[in-house]
């Protein structure tokens, strides 16, 4: 084909744009945005050099460190959580370095096949989806495998609604190995759930904007220990867009990033930050924590059974198995279509065998009783007799 | 050190939070957002796996491709423009590929550099910042080196304000190897200055959503010809985050991403391509080449020089030489905290040599006028004579 033959592309026609539906959106992320959130992201754009952009930073980093309970700078992208999960593994290790996976669901599928797209070799220790990993398990499997060099971990399972208990797995881990780079997932609890990087002693921890902060997908952030630093420095994976160095100097120099961050969610964390330190950490671990208890027993009481084991399940997501009969994408979409309401189906082979409501972020007792209100009515409208 | 050890984080003592100052922002992106951008980022969060979403996908994506002027499929990522150079580099190479970098200022010179942080063996045709890559010169240059896979082109060079002529000089790349992937960043350029990725035959091209496309940063688009798709198929560079197929096989199966996109940004994305279609394509190139040849005529009328070969100059950003005797800081310091004006300082070598001015986007003629008028009387305050 010669350049002369190609067509220009004509201008395309395409539906008409709507209004966005106001909606009780009841999804694992992207979270509700309170007004003031909203209302602070509505000003105009700023320089992204400049002091005032500089002066966002300079607050934003510090109250990020606490509640990441982190020395370490946080550094933050233009980026979903995936992105987080690769920015963990290209920057601490080298191609063919042995890692171990702990796997609980999904998320934790997909971290260790970042890992393996890297070139790692991931040795996997895989819990039923619905269980959390069981640090003995995990203590015996480690002693029988080969020397590794870090463990991968997930914090809150999101698509099985499992929160791993990540102290006594980060013990278990360091008392193997005291070298090993502790990775974990904390992209739908930081900010929600308890979660203490340094007391901890964790290696890399990364979280993503549209979950607990309250704000839009579009930031991710990852910080890193002292030993993840040096590990940084040995590292020898290719990488650019995601590598700490660069991110770390210009932070450090100016306060900005090495390339253009995402302007208008920085004006809405900003204000989330101030709002949940207004809060207060312990209570905004409280309120999720009533929030998960609540959700939990009003399903039990509708004659409901839940994926996660009680032992570990998540305060910021509850997965419920769809009952006998019913199609989960039916009383998902008749609960979206009737009631504006939003809830998200299950994942990979949960995929209509659960939905799962979201209660984290920016939320209030109406919005839970609302959703528990129409998922009771819908279900036995389809027919549910429990 | 032992986990006992470890103090807990207290919460950081920040300074206070003052409002967005307004601004006429005129550095070469972010840009100014169109007020019915501003109010359409303000609707609630959706599900981005439901249909609302998808109904935004179906009109953003052929809208898009009538911009970049493609039948291929317009894949997005929650990323800066640099996420766009490094997407375009780990989808169609290998280790150790040759390819060609046609650099003409620091962007160029950044996208040489992920090619070499990802073990491609780059070799270089450097021109003088301020002039476009001489198409005769490249030619000349392409006959010289060893067989290489791919050339990568920056179409329109943020830090000098040059503009290369794509079309001329990817028809001497077709002509002295036909099966070489053209690779162009067009971040400060599509949307904004005419560029025809089917017609010119152009493989890889991408841009960044601060820019002409006057919503703020945060979502990159890239678009691949069949060319560079049956190179993506044989491509062993690692990836995960950036990789197309997941991104082309979600975008096809359900108008959605395989992970979390920018919401707020899309809802932004979708009014602005309706704006911009009410505009037409032609017109935006008109009224950005307008906008162009005005600051130049000013600045060289004022007795200043552009740092940009006339021939080539950019209707997006112009740079200007600091004149002898003024300390660029100094003049956009005033100009920032006097007249509220917001310009860009140069890069790397050029930086305090130069001063940039944005003119893409959402502007007025009026905002030129206010940054032209505040730039000479401040000129001379500071002392210049010309």
């Known amino acids: 084909m010669t350049i002369q033959d190609r067509k220009a592309i004509p201008i ?14 009841r999804v694992p992320g992207p979270t ?43 550094l933050t992208y233009p980026a979903s959580g995936t992105g987080g999960q690769e920015c963990a593994v290209v920057n601490v290790f080298s191609p063919g370095d042995h890692v171990v996976s702990v796997i609980i669901g999904n998320f934790g599928t997909r971290l260790a096949k970042i890992a393996e797209a890297y070139g790692l070799n991931v ?7 619905g269980q959390a990993a069981d640090p ?18 997930t914090h809150n399972e999101t698509s099985t609604g499992v929160t791993n208990d990540i102290q006594s797995l980060a013990t278990v881990v360091r008392n193997d190995n005291p070298d090993a780079l502790i990775v974990v997932d904390a992209v739908s609890s930081l900010g929600s759930l ?11 921890v990364f979280t993503g904007s549209q979950k607990g902060w309250m704000i839009p997908p579009g930031i991710m ?8 630093w040096a590990a940084h420095k040995q590292s020898k994976l290719p990488r650019f867009y995601f590598d700490w ?14 390339t253009t961050p995402p302007v208008s ?19 905004i671990f409280a309120h999720h924590a009533q929030a998960g208890e609540y959700v939990r027993n009003r399903v039990k009481a509708l004659g409901l059974k839940l994926l996660a084991d009680p032992r570990y399940a998540s305060n910021t997501v509850t997965a419920i198995l769809t009952p006998e009969g019913i199609e989960t994408k039916a009383l998902l979409t008749k609960l979206r279509k009737e009631d504006n309401i939003v809830l998200a189906d299950g994942q990979d082979h949960m995929k209509g065998k659960i939905f799962r409501i979201g209660h984290l972020g920016y939320f209030t007792q109406e919005d839970l009783d609302e959703a528990l209100n129409a998922v009771e009515h819908r279900l036995h409208e389809l027919g549910f007799q429990g």
Chains 1, 2 share one sequence.
């Open 123 to 129: 040795t996997k220790i895989e819990f039923p989806w």
């Open 265 to 283: 969610l920085f004006y809405g964390l900003d204000v989330a930050l101030e709002m949940m330190l207004k809060e207060g950490r312990a209570n």
């Open 245 to 258: 160095s660069s991110a770390r100097k210009q932070l450090e120099a100016s306060w900005q990033h090495p």
């Open 32 to 74: 509700p945005i309170p007004p003031e959130i909203m209302e602070a992201q509505a000003a105009q754009m700023i320089n992204h050099r400049g002091p005032e952009f500089s002066a966002i930073m300079k607050r934003v980093t510090p109250r990020l460190q606490y509640f990441f309970q982190t020395t370490a700078p946080v």
């Open 12 to 25: 395309p026609q395409v539906e008409e744009r709507l209004p966005i539906p106001k909606q009780n959106l």
């Open 136 to 153: 003995d398990v995990v203590a015996n499997r480690l002693q029988q495998i080969a020397p590794y060099r870090g463990v991968l971990l």
């Open 221 to 228: 952030m990852i910080a890193a220990s002292e030993r993840a």
């Open 194 to 204: 308890p979660l203490e990087m340094d007391p901890w002693d964790l290696d890399v």
